[in-house]
């Protein structure tokens, strides 16, 4: 059996005072699409950035690919990628300029090729000559998500990659990360019970800078029974429920 794509383990960010990650353990197995789900403020970002060595970790041990990203960075993000609405593209490039940036600092031969065959899998040929500051918020999207696939990534980080699209394009985007998946591991950061439950196989659920949940949707459901936790699916009363007894926990303690 293969090594794990992703071993965190007791993981702590700190910002003085502010635990932002608080001693959190997680694997992601190759070919898995997993999700770290969450609110505002729960750590999501942060353990991103610390996966992808934007961030220092205060303590613990992170390892892509086996090895240690403090040390090995550089061997490391060569075979991953990374995409959130919220990196803008610089606005008065085309949206082929930038890919044609994008694909030359990551090195790649033959960019004119790669860029067209993306362009037709993630259906944005007719953006290619438009001005990336003229895009709808789903169509940034699917530009931001060409970007992370340039360079074949074994290791695919996306951050809130559905904040911002309708219904219809949120659909139509968890299509597009169930074939993903058949590429690449992906890890998807969201607030978003319901991209859980269409598109990922493992959820570790965050509250505070800490996992309190890390199982399977099915898992996560099943915590949601015979509870009066609020929610319109079970998915979402497992999460409540989960949360609640958090939460719960943590007043008793303070």
């Known amino acids: 059996m293969s090594a794990p794509v992703i071993q965190v383990e007791r993981l702590v960010k700190r910002y003085g005072a ?17 999700a770290l789900l969450g609110g505002n403020g729960a750590g999501k970002t942060t353990t991103l950035s610390i996966l992808l060595g934007l ?19 550089y061997r490391v993000l060569p075979r991953m990628n990374f995409s959130s609405p919220y990196v803008d593209l610089p606005h008065r490039l085309t949206v082929r300029q930038n890919l044609q940036i994008y694909a030359r600092l ?36 699917r530009v931001a998500l060409a970007k992370a696939l340039l360079n ?11 904040a911002g699209l309708d219904p219809e394009q949120r659909v139509a985007f968890r299509a597009l990360l169930r074939e993903l998946s058949q590429r690449a591991t992906v890890v998807v950061s969201t607030h978003l019970v319901e991209d859980v ?57 303070s």
Do not use: W
């Open 18 to 34: 502010t635990v932002a990650v608080n001693g959190i353990d997680f694997t992601v197995e190759r070919g898995v699409t997993a």
């Open 152 to 162: 074949e990534p074994e290791l695919l980080l996306l951050d809130e990659p559905t």
């Open 106 to 141: 990551y090195g790649l031969p033959r960019r004119a090729e790669c860029i067209a065959r993306l362009a037709g899998d993630l259906q944005i040929e007719p953006l290619l000559d438009r001005p990336a500051g003229k895009l709808s918020a789903g169509q940034k999207t």
């Open 55 to 73: 961030l220092l970790p205060t303590s613990g041990a992170v390892r892509v690919f086996g090895e240690d990203v403090l040390r090995h960075r």
């Open 197 to 253: 439950g269409a598109v990922c196989a493992t959820v570790a659920l965050m509250n505070s800078g800490k996992i309190v949940f890390n199982g399977t949707p099915a898992e996560l459901t099943a915590r949601g029974e015979g509870s009066d936790a609020v929610g319109d699916a079970p998915l979402e009363r497992g999460y409540g429920a989960v949360l609640a007894a958090a939460r719960s926990l943590t007043q008793v303690r």
